[in-house]
């Protein structure tokens, strides 16, 4: 038997639900497999059953795409696909530097040639977060999901390569820029320290392409000269 609960993050308040969850852990019967879906780490107690190896995670890590993995879900998206021109290594090289495995790019980048919107192979390979597909999407489910705060720093602090939580308290005269900083990694909001102590992160690319263009919608040249 199994239970599976999908956008576990998305839930307000889920204290009860992960008291429930909780009960039903302890209670643990061996027909049943509990498969949660979510961006953050359930507030449960999992120590033990990590220990008793009845514990798996997929983690981001693991379902990011290879180069190799990249070629291969082009290759079988662009299958019976009568006209299309094959997928060449330069393209497959820069849409895997540029998207850096994110499943999801890859097919939307696939469904940009598939409706035939502007621009050939070639001139896709420059496939950005400003693109149509790309930037509905990231507005959609990840940008609209986030608070106002969030939404806010998150635009301000895109011009930066590197965060640094001195840098962004300072550039956004907040003072939170750390526990932010560690929200945005750790629900896995297009965010990752670039390095082992975690005083430095980056957005990913894309993610910070499409923040730019939407912070260029929102103020004027001269609000962000402010």
């Excluded at 420059?126 to 999407?137: A, M, W």
Aim: hydrophobic share 40%; charged share 25%.
């Amino acid at each position: 038997f199994y239970l599976v609960i999908d956008d576990f993050d998305r839930i307000n308040n889920a204290g009860d639900i992960n008291q429930f969850l909780q009960y039903i852990l302890d209670c643990f019967p061996r027909f049943l497999h509990l498969i949660v879906v979510t961006r953050s780490i359930p507030d449960l107690k999992l120590a033990r059953m990590m220990s008793q190896r009845q514990l798996n995670w997929v983690t981001q890590e693991h379902l990011t795409f290879k180069k190799e993995e990249t070629a291969a879900l082009l290759e079988r998206l662009q299958q019976n696909k009568d006209g299309e021109p094959d997928m060449d290594e330069q393209t497959i090289l820069e849409l895997d530097q540029r998207l850096e495995g994110w499943v999801t790019g890859l097919i939307l980048f696939d469904r940009s040639l598939t409706v035939r919107l502007p621009g050939t192979v070639e001139e896709n390979r420059t496939f950005k977060g400003q693109h149509r597909l790309i930037f509905n999407y990231l507005e959609e489910n990840v940008f609209c999901m986030m608070s106002p705060d969030l939404q806010q720093f998150a635009l301000k602090s895109a011009i930066l390569s590197t965060l640094h939580k001195d840098l962004c308290n300072h550039l956004l005269n907040i003072r939170n820029a750390a526990s932010i900083l560690h929200h945005l990694e750790a629900h896995h909001i297009f965010t990752s320290a670039v390095d082992g102590d975690r005083q430095f992160y980056r957005f990913h690319p894309i993610f910070r392409e499409f923040l730019k263009v939407r912070l260029a919608m929102q103020f004027s040249s001269n609000q962000m000269a402010e």
